[in-house]
């Protein structure tokens, strides 16, 4: 990967199916199933023979999930250097892995400078670390950043396949255009080291036989024949800048990858701007970099020390001529990439629309028959290929003819929508309430035996993410079972409780009339057969409304609500911090809460009993800012009545969470056990003290909750709970910028037979360093993680600033142009101005500073929102601005 400098705003993609056909396979019938989700920066994913799906995580660790039992192991960890975007990189099953239990790794050791290819030897779930044998390695340069791409991949024919970046820093004096600089000590900027290279691995696709005594032969079809000078015999493909994601047709043999692509916005004299590239191989090759991009757009000889574009490299015979290259000086003719895009204003393959770019290969889909019986992917997708877009993000369809040429770019399926900035998913919340899955960075995908789809999101940010997941697609055939939506208004309050049921939004995708049934449980009594209902409760107690769907084929789809009768909810309220207040890294924050209850009565009356069920905790969310970190099961029990009885690592009324994990660790059929013992209620089990049943929640809802008890590890991974209505709790050192999220919890004690029910609070508080593509703008283009393109009054408006403690006011600018002032105003563009910050030309749009000043004495200390005003009469292209800090 790489940091990614986007000079246009993100593409927004709802993906909707468009193909030349007019039976196009209608995306209803797309099913998505969220298979495990909390993985730390997942790369690979493989299917064993058996089922089992391994993946590898970017720190070093295999792991292997059981879809049968829905159980995650962890089978191994690879030590690895994680600097410079090194680790462990990718991996691959053998062949007859069933028989050998052999899988390979492509991975970064932290005593070598380079990569280790490594086949390991796996004894049912267990990497054996000791069975090691290293079948290749090769040295890389780790003085700078970076390119190391790593997929790893078997061929059709029995080789194995991985790719290798360029290893090569992509910025610099290099502009984003081609790095050739050949200076003295400057050999980490020069590409020719290694993408042109004929004698380095980097910058390559390489292709070995792996022997079973853990040696390697060379295939015939390589680039170059063994014994020829100056050359390595195991390339298959050079002129790679960072193939990052790349896959092999299990039929043809052809090799397919993405090539994440340089940075330059627009053509200069030095040659193209940026273009990420899908390049496929039907033989070995050479793909140009760096001195070709896209469809061989040629780069100039650029001079770096008189700054001087010389000769146009010729696609039909590059010459390496670097004092940095020990390969061939002639190298073979490049080869141009099969589809192509820039960030902004493509001129061809204009599908791919504009935004970031990391361009992945994915698998090619073959159909079968027996996909009909396994809900795997229609014929309509035979020999195309998958491929996506990282950070843009999108994922399309390649349309292969039958000799595997390349025809045209169709979409893929709505029933998953792709987004990762905060515009993006606040565009896709009508189709995320239509029930589409998310997927923010597609990261890899295999096509099972099965047919279905098997993808990899690795989250919202290009760190750690624990909204991460596996999802699987399938297509369903046949009539399908129509869509039950229910609603109850109100779904709680003091008997006798008058409730309005609405089945609207129940629909039946072929269209057949629909039939209503309305049940009362758990009294299991019909109450109304029409899609709209009003019933009133006299009894209290806990109930669950269903709604059941019935098409004309008898098909039936249900869904339920949970309505409580004799108890409201209880209304919680932070007196302080208040909502985007700042918070300091380390430092801690005094809190206080108020709660009132209808039925418990006042906190402020009771403060002992309401604090002791009070569970306060604080989150740290990153810069992107758009996903809570916490699990989804642990953020539930938050909401239920689970921590009124339990702690994590004490017992209070119940047993101690980690006391539970324990218990069951290592037995797949507990969690069943358990999910139902927590909906009936149990006694006995524990002790005398019986468990009451949670009728409330949902048997997936229970699962998502134990899955998250039965995860635990005393001291590793139970986050901290305070109780109490006020106290003070510590930022993390490491939170220079984001939002820190306290949430406050009560669950009151119910009333009589009616269930518990729970109220909660939450404020979010801001580092003080504010992200300027964050704030509210109006006129600059966000540009990735800063603003540019700002002519004079443009703004940006900050939300909601807390003055109070403020002083002073820093920025990180640049400008390659005409500069300007930044007005810092309250309310409105026009209201009190409180400080000013000249910009001058920085001397580029690369080269930033740090200016800061005080407030104005004249500055009202209050709260509001900031308006960051550009000035410069009649200028245009002034700046770029990155963030704005409030100084205390």
Not at 540 to 563: C, F, Q, T
Request: charged share 20%; proline share 7%.
């Amino acid at each position: 990967m790489r940091a990614i400098f986007s000079t246009t705003s993100l593409l927004l993609t709802l993906t909707i199916s468009l193909f030349a056909t007019a039976e196009a396979p209608p995306d209803y019938r797309f099913k998505v199933e969220t298979l495990f989700e909390n993985i730390p920066q997942p790369m690979e994913i493989e299917i064993a023979p058996d089922g089992r799906i391994f993946f590898n995580e970017y720190g070093g660790k295999l792991k292997i999930f059981h879809p049968d039992t829905k159980q995650m192991v962890e089978a191994g960890f690879i030590e690895v250097y994680n600097g410079q975007e090194n680790g462990f990189l990718g991996f691959a099953l053998d062949p007859k892995f069933n028989e050998n239990g052999w899988i390979y790794c492509l991975h970064s050791p932290k005593d070598y400078n380079g990569q280790h290819l490594s086949r390991y030897t796996m004894v049912g779930d267990k990497l054996d670390l000791s069975s090691e044998k290293i079948l290749l390695k090769f040295e890389e340069q780790r003085k700078e950043c970076c390119h190391h791409a790593g997929t790893v991949e078997f061929g059709p024919d029995g080789c194995l396949y991985f790719s290798i970046g360029d290893n090569t820093h992509p910025h610099g004096d290099s502009g984003g255009y081609a790095p050739i600089d050949e200076r003295p000590d400057r050999s980490p900027w020069d590409a020719q080291k290694s993408a042109s290279n004929t004698n380095s691995f980097s910058g390559k696709i390489i292709r070995i036989r792996p022997k079973a005594d853990g040696t390697y032969e060379i295939p015939p079809g390589n680039l170059f024949p063994s014994g020829t000078e100056n050359t390595l015999p195991e390339i298959y493909v050079m002129g790679c800048r960072n193939p990052w994601r790349m896959s092999i047709d299990s039929k043809t043999g052809i090799v397919y990858w993405g090539e994440v692509g340089p940075d330059a916005s627009e053509d200069s004299d030095r040659g193209p701007r940026g273009y990420d590239e899908i390049n496929q191989a039907k033989k070995a090759g050479n793909f140009g970099w760096p001195y070709f991009v896209g469809n061989n757009f040629a780069y100039s000889d650029w001079d770096y020390v008189t700054k001087k574009p010389g000769a146009i490299f010729d696609p039909k015979l590059p010459i390496n001529e670097s004092v940095n290259n020990t390969g061939l000086r002639e190298l073979p003719a490049a080869q141009p990439a099969m589809i192509y895009w820039p960030y902004r204003n493509p001129r061809e393959f204009k599908e791919m629309g504009e935004g970031g770019r990391t361009a992945c290969a994915g698998p090619v889909f073959h159909w079968q028959e027996s996909f009909e019986k396994t809900n795997g992917f229609p014929k309509d997708f035979d020999g195309w290929l998958l491929f996506w877009d990282w950070q843009r993000p999108t994922i399309r369809w390649a349309k292969m003819d039958d000799q595997n040429n390349f025809q045209s770019i169709e979409n893929f399926t709505s029933a998953v929508v792709t987004g990762n900035s905060p515009d993006q998913i606040e565009n896709l919340e009508p189709a995320l309430a239509e029930g589409a899955t998310l997927i923010q960075r597609p990261v890899d995908a295999v096509f099972g035996v099965d047919g279905a789809l098997y993808l990899m999101d690795y989250g919202a940010t290009w760190g750690v993410n624990h909204d991460s997941k596996l999802i699987k697609i399938t297509y369903v055939r046949g009539n399908l079972p129509p869509i039950a939506k229910v609603s109850a208004t109100p779904a709680s309050g003091r008997e006798p409780l008058g409730i309005k049921l609405s089945g609207a939004g129940s629909k039946d995708h072929e269209g057949d009339a629909l039939t209503y049934e309305w049940r009362l449980l758990p009294n299991d009594k019909v109450i109304a057969t029409t899609p709209e209902a009003t019933v009133t409760l006299q009894d209290v107690g806990n109930y669950r409304a269903e709604l059941k769907v019935v098409d004309a084929h008898g098909a039936v789809g249900s869904a339920s609500v949970p309505v409580i009768v004799g108890n409201n909810p209880p209304q919680v309220v932070f007196e302080e911090p208040q909502e985007g207040d700042f918070f300091n890294p380390g430092e801690t924050i005094n809190y206080r809460i108020n709660i009132e209850d209808t039925e418990d009565g006042s906190s402020s009356a009771h403060p002992t009993e309401f604090g002791f069920k009070t569970l306060v905790s604080g989150t740290f969310l990153d810069a992107s800012g758009k996903a809570n970190a916490m699990d989804p099961g642990f953020a539930m029990m938050k909401a239920s009545d689970c921590f009124n009885c339990h702690a994590i690592e004490h017992r209070i009324i119940g047993p101690a969470f980690i006391e539970i994990a324990d218990k069951y660790r290592g037995q797949p059929s507990a969690l069943e056990v358990s999910v139902q013992r927590v909906r009936d209620g149990s006694t006995k089990v524990w002790g005398e003290l019986p468990m009451l049943p949670h009728p409330q929640h949902s048997i997936d809802e229970i699962n998502l909750m134990l899955r998250w008890v039965f995860g635990l590890e005393k001291g590793k991974n139970g986050p901290t709970l305070l109780r109490g209505l006020t106290g003070e709790i510590t930022v993390p050192t490491n939170s220079a910028a984001g939002t820190f999220h306290l949430e406050a919890v009560y669950a009151d004690a119910g009333r009589g037979s009616a269930g518990s029910m729970s109220g909660k609070a939450h404020v979010s508080l801001r580092s003080r360093r504010l992200e300027a593509e964050l704030g509210d703008v109006q006129g600059p283009k966000r540009m990735g993680k800063i603003i540019g393109a700002i002519a004079h009054g443009h703004f940006v408006r900050l939300e909601n600033v807390n003055l109070n403690k403020v002083n002073a006011i820093q920025v990180r600018a640049s400008s390659g142009h005409v500069g300007g002032t930044i007005e810092f105003r309250v309310g409105s563009q026009t209201g009190d101005l409180i400080a000013s910050i000249p910009i001058p030309n920085t001397g580029g749009w690369d080269k930033w500073i740090e200016p800061k000043t005080d407030l104005l004495p004249s500055a009202l200390k209050t709260r509001g929102d900031v308006i960051v005003m550009f000035v410069n009469p009649g200028k245009s292209g002034l700046m770029n601005l990155d963030w704005v800090n409030f100084i205390e």
